[in-house]
């Protein structure tokens, strides 16, 4: 039929009218793209910290005094005081523990730059963590005595190249060791990559703690039963402090969801909004072509070519509106943090809590820098998929806005229709 | 061409009653026509009389309070609503007094949406809508919207709609009543040609002597009933 090119007509005819009904669905899709975006920004920084917490779903440290500053929980939680290395032994007879590793993490420096330093065993740190995404070179191995993985990061702050020596201190005791390195990682979020990862022996050897961890990296037999098997370790192990990373992420994740849940709230009621606006409009235009409906139906138009023209018409409104609407919440989701760079520039962490060291305008020994420059945790991520998603969400609220009118027109009789002025 | 004396339209006891608030307006009342396959047929009678009533009626644009109307055979009165407006499309053609083309629509794509609406292809609609329109005399007008053309011309662009899916029968409605006498003469002399060739049965409900001289039959309408031929 005509339906495409009449409806195209029709809504050439009121140019005004129909921009402005589109608008209205183009302010809540705008909506719903920027926060959308958002959300999936959010998503991809808690992705990275999943990958980043390497998939340990219990670490275990000692809950007495603070020895310094660094380490421990990629800054977020300061580093307690050492284990007896012996503790491995105790935790992994604790029914539903299926590997343990133990760590000693320190602050040191490489190259007179001030560091997070992980002392690993590379093969139960493997199994517990699921490994470190090396992007060159390779991961440490049993015999890694005076060899060295470095984030990547921190190998461009350094201007390093795999192969190339450097050297290595845990500024307390001031003894300083050679290293090679031999492997390169990569988490993608930058303050995670100004760290190394070396064999246990030589981080205990170089802060002279011999037989002393910091951590126990611990991963249970099923995800499922992480926080029983922390209490069990809570309560048999005194003295400990027991955190659980993958749980940390969950409740991440669902208060992920509960924000999703809210802004697209907020999206739909816009949208709702909006499509009033196509109500009306669709109505409008119903009431002006009652004469028009009444001369197709009298030249031989079933109620269903009519119903068919208005509803064309008004899925034209929201497909318009969910175009616009996708190219300005493209622009604004990248506008928008820049308005407001206190909330998506500074240390609000994905987990909602400030980051300790992340006072603006102080240098955080790990970070290497001021937090504003390197913290910029929540970047709209404008996926494929949240535009796909707003673009038909725009289509069908025209669809749907346009039913009533579309089902008014195609109900009129023809004579009746025929008799309106 | 031949004129047969077949009978196609054929209306029995018709009667339609509008309701209007509390009180009841006989438009019709049991009306009985007959009208032969080729005719022209005139239908006067003063305004309120029944006349465009009985026109919407054999159209199938409303349906009677009571009675039947047969069009070669089949009454209309007992079809449902899609199988009504297939009556329309394919079996009669309606002109009426304002044209009522498609604003948005050019001379060509008003006479091609009967077409379209019958499942027509692109390209045989396009050259049955041009060939419609060579007859009435409009072909280099085929790309003017009508809001540039004229009365005569919007009419003309009318009835080449209204023979679009080839109709035995054509309804108009006082098609030359917003028409000079010049383009309704032209309009007259049209509508003879197209019976003439085509054979086509034409029921015109009219005041103007210059529709009325065209007609083979006349009735006038009085009160919802036929008073005379």
Not at chain 1, 368 to 378: A, E, H, N, P, Y
Not at chain 2, 26 to 30: F, H, K, S, T
């Given at each position: 039929m005509f339906t495409w090119s009449l409806a195209i007509r029709n809504l050439r005819r009121r140019k005004l009218r129909t921009a402005l009904t589109a608008s209205g669905i183009v302010v809540g899709i705008s909506m719903m793209l920027i926060l959308l975006s958002l959300v999936s920004g959010m998503e991809t920084q808690v992705r990275s910290m999943v990958r980043a917490l390497g998939g340990a779903d219990i670490t275990v440290s000692n809950s007495t005094s603070f020895r310094d500053r660094a380490g421990g929980f990629f800054g977020f939680l300061p580093s307690p005081s050492t284990l007896d290395a012996s503790i491995v032994n105790v935790l992994s007879g604790i029914p539903g523990v299926y590997a343990l590793s133990p760590q000693y993490s320190f602050s040191g420096s490489i190259n007179g730059r001030r560091v997070t330093i992980y002392g690993i065993e590379p093969a139960s740190y493997e199994i517990v963590t699921g490994g470190l995404n090396i992007i060159e070179g390779r991961f440490l191995t049993e015999n890694s005595a005076g060899e060295i993985v470095i984030g990547k990061a921190l190998m461009e702050f350094l201007d390093l190249t795999l192969g190339q020596t450097v050297s290595l201190s845990s500024?307390?005791?001031?003894a300083e060791r050679t290293f090679k390195v031999i492997g390169v990682f990569e988490t993608g979020m930058v303050f995670q990559e100004y760290a190394a990862y070396i064999a246990l022996a030589d981080a205990q050897e170089i802060t002279g703690?011999?037989?002393?961890?910091?951590h126990v990296l611990i991963k249970c037999e099923?995800?499922?039963i992480v926080s029983e098997v922390s209490s069990l370790i809570s309560s048999a192990v005194p003295g400990v402090r027991v955190a659980t990373p993958t749980i940390m992420v969950q409740q991440a994740t669902n208060m992920l969801n509960t924000l999703t849940m809210f802004f697209a709230t907020i999206g739909l009621v816009a949208l709702f909004a909006g499509s009033f606006g196509v109500v009306n409009t669709m109505m409008m235009a119903v009431t002006e072509r009652t004469r028009e409906i009444g001369v197709l139906k009298a030249i031989g138009a079933k109620s269903h070519d009519i119903m068919k023209l208005f509803l064309t018409e008004a899925l034209l409104i929201g497909l318009i509106g969910g175009g616009v609407g996708v190219l300005a919440g493209s622009i604004l989701a990248h506008v928008f943090p820049m308005l407001v760079p206190g909330m998506f520039a500074t240390g609000i962490s994905p987990f909602g809590m400030r980051n300790p060291f992340s006072r603006p305008g102080t240098t955080n020994p790990m970070l290497?820098?001021?937090?504003?420059?390197?913290?910029?945790?929540?970047l709209p991520a404008i996926t494929p998929m949240n535009v796909a998603i707003c673009f038909s969400l725009g289509a069908l609220v025209g669809i749907l806005a346009g039913l009533y009118p579309a089902w008014r027109a195609s109900r009129m009789k023809p004579v009746e229709a025929l008799r309106h002025v | 061409m031949s004129k047969t004396t077949k009978t196609i339209v054929r209306t029995l006891n018709l009667s339609k009653i509008y309701r209007r608030g509390k009180v009841n307006i006989?438009?019709?009342?049991?009306v009985n026509l007959q009208v032969s396959s080729g005719e022209i047929v005139g239908i006067m009678g003063p305004s309120g009389s029944g006349k465009t009533t009985l026109l919407n009626l054999i159209g199938g644009l409303d349906r009677p309070t009571s009675g039947k109307v047969f069009v070669d055979g089949v009454d209309i009165t007992t079809l449902g609503e899609s199988e009504l407006a297939d009556y329309r499309l394919r079996k009669v053609g309606f002109v009426f007094q304002f044209y009522n083309l498609i604003p948005t629509l050019t001379a060509l794509e008003n006479v091609e949406v009967p077409l379209a609406l019958a499942g027509v292809s692109k390209n045989e609609r396009r050259e049955r809508a041009l060939s419609l329109l060579r007859m009435v005399g409009l072909e280099a007008r085929a790309d003017h919207k009508p809001d540039e053309l004229s009365g005569g011309e919007q009419q003309r662009v009318a009835i080449a709609r209204a023979l679009a899916n080839n109709p035995s029968i054509v309804l108009a409605d006082?098609?030359?009543?917003?028409?000079?006498s010049k383009s309704a003469t032209a309009l007259m002399n049209l509508i003879k040609e197209l019976n003439r060739k085509n054979g086509q049965t034409f029921i015109i409900v009219t005041h103007d002597p210059i529709v009325t001289q065209a007609c083979t039959t006349i009735y006038t309408m009085r009160d919802g009933r036929i008073e005379s031929a």
């Open positions: 500024g307390q005791i001031g703690e011999s037989g002393r961890i910091t099923d995800p499922s290497g820098g001021t937090t504003t420059q390197t913290f910029r945790l929540v | 006989q438009a019709l009342n049991n006082e098609p030359t009543g917003d028409l000079d």
